[in-house]
């Protein structure tokens, strides 16, 4: 959230992209990813909700993401879980929420790189495909390296290093007992990316691994990437109990687009 913070303060809107807060966009009325005109002019997508399908609306995208801790993310997540549910006026309760999060941060990556990934190699350890999916990437930071990391980041970016914004939310002092057992894929991949990662300076200018650009080779799949951003919009909207909303308002607005190219059609006709 701090990256994000920095990249809203320090970019132009039309060059900036984030699905963290899917119902921020709604509210601002941002456009969603598949609404955009014209994608040439991002510089950085951002968010909890991207897929790998979007790469091929980029230009020479650079990967980078970050890891935390295992135990110490799963804790910061189930505060802010507690936190998001009490703000959205749902029940939530730790101990069944739990069980549902083994080794979430290598799901995460395996479901939003699902073919950098080999997510159906069942050949694979869940461990080994977040591994292959990461290794596309250029870098991988840490809470250690996280000031020097953001500033690489807005280097390549050709724009001055924004004062830092730290995710302050406040969040619940919540009790929370993790089993370690349930992170057993998490900690393999959070000790590997430390080796691959940890000592090797971010290079935005470092060309793409082979695995990225084979990837890139391939014939894009919309459908996969309309489903995908579908079903993480709907659950938000539901979440905060917009949905119908949220339906009646893009319909409007459609409804309003129809009649303007109709408008526009009758004049080029004339």
Avoid: C
Avoid at 17 to 42: A, C, G, M, V
Avoid at 259 to 268: G, L, M
Wanted: proline residues 6%; glycine residues 2%; charged residues 25%.
């Amino acid at each position: 959230m701090s990256i994000l913070h920095m990249a809203h303060d320090a970019l132009p809107a039309h060059q900036f992209f984030q699905n963290t807060s899917i119902i921020k966009n709604w509210q601002d009325r941002r456009p969603e990813f598949l609404d955009i005109y014209d994608h040439s002019t991002l510089r950085f997508v951002w968010g909890h909700s991207v897929h790998e399908q979007m790469l091929y609306f980029l230009n020479n995208p650079i990967l980078f993401t970050g890891l935390r801790e295992p135990v110490q993310r799963l804790i910061s997540a189930a505060r802010y879980e507690a936190h998001l549910a009490e703000l959205q006026g749902r029940p939530f309760d730790v101990n069944e929420w739990l069980p549902s999060q083994r080794n979430p941060m290598t799901w995460f990556i395996i479901h939003r790189f699902p073919t950098l990934a080999e997510r159906d190699n069942a050949s694979l350890t869940p461990f080994e495909r977040a591994k292959r999916a990461l290794q596309a990437f250029h870098h991988v930071y840490f809470t250690d390296t996280f000031d020097e990391s953001v500033k690489t980041i807005f280097d390549a970016l050709g724009v001055e290093v924004p004062s830092m914004r730290s995710n302050v939310s406040p969040k619940p002092d919540l009790a929370v007992e993790i089993d370690a057992a349930n992170l057993q894929y998490d900690f393999e991949l959070y000790e590997w990316a430390r080796e691959e990662f940890g000592h090797r300076p971010f290079d935005p200018d470092r060309p793409a691994s082979d695995r990225l650009a084979e990837f890139l080779s391939r014939s894009p799949q919309p459908s996969v990437l309309e489903n995908f951003l579908a079903n993480s919009q709907a659950g938000e909207y539901s979440d905060w109990k917009v949905l119908d909303e949220v339906i009646e308002d893009r319909i409007a607005r459609a409804t309003r687009l129809l009649k303007e190219a109709e408008v526009y059609r009758r004049r080029r006709n004339l």
